[in-house]
């Protein structure tokens, strides 16, 4: 499994007059967790939205598991976009049905599984992301924020997927959540044989998860590397990262994991 | 780059199933009736080949683990890594996701009951609306200078003179279509001349209110519950409170005073317009001159009736304003209720305004009325 899950090459964003990249460069192998690190509005954001076909770059190309993302037919368009998973900021569950219809929704969208085997894939998805089968019944206006995100997290587990794109998934947790947020990642990254893209402003999250760290500065890439040779990297943008006052914290955080 | 792999295969080869390829949800689909008449064949002597599978998602695993009565079967050879996906699969909890309980005759009465409640509910926060909405009142004629005062003008913009253009065309048609109805009747009778009785008394006295109400509660109600709906789900309202600022002193009481003041001139608008397009239509079809239609109508038609047309149009404005608030205030963080709530919202004002209107019809029964 040494393929590439995801290429990048040259992509090219421009809002208005504003250039957002300029020229980035990515190539993610099947088993990582990159995580996508920069500055606020630097384009982390925007470049997942990117990857998983949402909006299209002015220019560059987008590769995801070795085929042109926009490429083929509607049909094989879709089954693409089945193969990746999304776990969006604020969770994004569909309000008006409850969690265990949210899970549900995708399962039941490509008709193949009878109700009674969507129900055990539904109770499935949910010990996966430590839920009880009664939080099902729970409509997303009544869950906690960790609870949003498990939910959602189970949502975008919900087909199985090869490559699951987390944006922000600790933000909003206190650290205990947070903590137990990225553990359960971690397994499920192991038991699944995912790869991940996760964007991350928290610097616990990235040293505790991630095996690479990709640099979104000066409008492109500047770094894809191991959290270790990213910290002795010479760029203004790393130094005020990783190097400020927290910087004893992420050592500590990596040295544990 | 990743070689395809093959599709999920299933091959019944004597006593023996193998079962090869990719058994994920994505793949399964496209022959997943004949993959479950093969695995419904199987028996407990079946011998079980998964060696060949590439991959194996929760979905193929529930799918091998019911095909073998949810029990490891005797003679099975598969890889070690799809082991554990079936083990995961078999480790499913049993208790049944909480189900919702079927409609019968029990659901029925709670249904009724919780209809009911809900309705006391409303009437209750619906009062409440108003004895707040009176009791800012009184805090403003104290402190005149915290009288929201831009509000209620960009309100009187909004729902008032942006509403001008199709509350006069809806009015002039109106007009035009009662006019020639009504004179065809009259023409019968050689009664012309009531044309102008007919369209003053009905159009000022009745149409007009309720016609602009209609139009005010689908165009302004539906976009005041929307709005304060969506304030709602984003906690703009909590803002406001957290700041100290009265919710109905700056929300709701501002868009009431708006549809209060700018009703009765759309009403005064509408009738006149309608009034035109009845005129034009009484000088086309019964050759009644414009200017003695302008001369007769004072005279049969006692100015009483502009003066409950306009009360009309304030009550209504009123109504249709609390109707809207009252919706708005209530929609719950989600997009199911939104759309409840706006519906609930025209639907329950366009009722009001007709329960409204029969009130005034039997109050004013005997004003403005040439017997």
């Known amino acids: 499994m040494s393929a590439s899950v995801i290429e990048l090459q040259g992509v090219r964003t421009r809002f208005r007059d504003q250039l ?113 089968p009664t939080h099902a019944a729970l409509m997303p206006a009544e869950l906690s924020g960790g609870m949003v995100k498990r939910a959602a997290l189970a949502r975008a587990l919900a087909l199985e997927p090869e490559l699951l794109l987390l944006d922000e998934p600790t933000a ?36 505790a998860l991630a095996s690479r760290v990709a640099i979104l500065a000066d409008k492109r890439i500047v770094s894809h590397d191991t959290l270790e040779r990213t ?25 544990e994991g | 780059m990743a070689p395809r792999i093959a599709a999920a295969s299933i091959r019944a080869a004597g006593a023996r199933l193998e079962l090869a390829g990719d058994w994920s949800l994505n793949s399964l689909g496209q022959d997943i009736g004949g993959i479950r008449r093969t695995l419904a064949q199987a028996s407990a ?49 049993a208790d049944a996701l909480p189900r919702t309980a079927p409609f019968g005759p029990r659901a029925a009465v709670v249904a009724l009951g919780d209809a009911l409640l809900g309705f006391v509910d409303h009437a209750l926060h619906f009062i409440a609306l108003l004895g707040q909405l009176f009791l800012d009142c009184i805090h403003l004629l104290r402190n005149p200078r915290q009288f929201p005062l831009a509000e209620v003008s960009a309100g009187v913009y909004k729902v008032g003179v942006k509403a001008m253009p199709v509350a006069a065309m809806v009015g002039f048609l109106i007009g035009v279509v009662l006019s020639y109805l009504s004179s065809l009747q009259l023409k019968t009778f050689g009664a012309d001349i009531f044309i102008i009785n007919i369209l003053g008394l009905g159009i000022i006295r009745e149409l007009g209110p309720v016609l602009v109400s209609v139009l005010v509660a689908g165009r302004s109600g539906s976009a005041m519950t929307a709005q304060l709906g969506v304030m709602r789900v984003t906690e703009e309202i909590d803002a406001l409170a957290a700041m100290g600022v009265s919710r109905s002193q700056r929300l709701v009481l501002p868009k009431v005073f708006a549809l209060m003041l700018a009703m009765p001139l759309l009403v005064l608008w509408t009738s006149a317009v309608a009034l035109l397009g009845g005129a034009v239509s009484a000088w086309v079809e019964l050759g009644l001159a414009p200017s003695f239609f302008l001369e007769t109508l004072p005279r049969v038609v006692p100015i009483a009736n502009l003066y409950i047309g306009l009360l009309k149009g304030a009550v209504f404005g009123l109504l249709i304003a609390l109707v809207a608030c009252h919706f708005g205030l209530r929609v719950q963080p989600n997009t199911e209720s939104l759309s409840a709530s706006t519906t609930a919202s025209v639907v329950s004002a366009i009722t009001i305004v007709i329960l409204a209107d029969a009130a005034f019809a039997i109050a004013t029964r005997t004003v403005g009325v040439v017997a």
Not at chain 1, 73 to 101: D, I, P, T, Y
């Open chain 1, 20 to 132: 957002i990249h300029d020229g980035v460069d990515l190539v993610v192998p099947a088993g990582e967790i990159v995580a996508l690190v920069g500055g606020s509005g630097s384009g982390k954001t925007t470049l997942m939205r990117h990857i998983i076909g949402l909006t299209r770059p002015e220019a560059g190309s987008i590769r995801l598991f070795g085929e042109a993302l926009h490429a083929g037919q509607l049909a094989e368009r879709m089954a693409r976009r089945r193969r990746f998973g999304v776990l969006f900021q604020h969770g994004a569950l569909f309000s008006a049905f409850n969690v265990g219809e949210n899970i549900a929704f995708p399962l039941r969208e490509q008709g193949v599984a009878s109700e009674e085997e969507i129900a055990a894939l539904v109770r499935l998805k949910l010990s996966m992301v430590e839920m009880e």
């Open chain 2, 45 to 93: 002597s079946t011998e079980w080949d998964l060696g060949a599978i590439v991959r194996l998602d929760s979905f193929g695993a529930i799918l091998i683990w019911r095909a073998w009565g949810e029990r490891w079967p005797a003679k099975v050879s598969l890889q070690q890594q799809h082991r554990r996906i079936i083990e995961r699969a078999a480790t499913i909890p």
């Open chain 1, 172 to 207: 909003g947790l206190d650290p205990d959540r947070s903590a137990a947020f990225i553990e359960l990642i971690r397994t499920l990254h192991r038991q699944l044989h995912l790869t991940v893209i996760l964007i991350t402003h928290d610097l616990d999250t990235l040293a």
């Open chain 1, 231 to 255: 910290l002795a990297l010479d760029h203004p943008f790393v130094q005020r990262f990783f190097h400020g006052q927290r910087r004893r914290a992420v050592m500590s955080a990596d040295g």
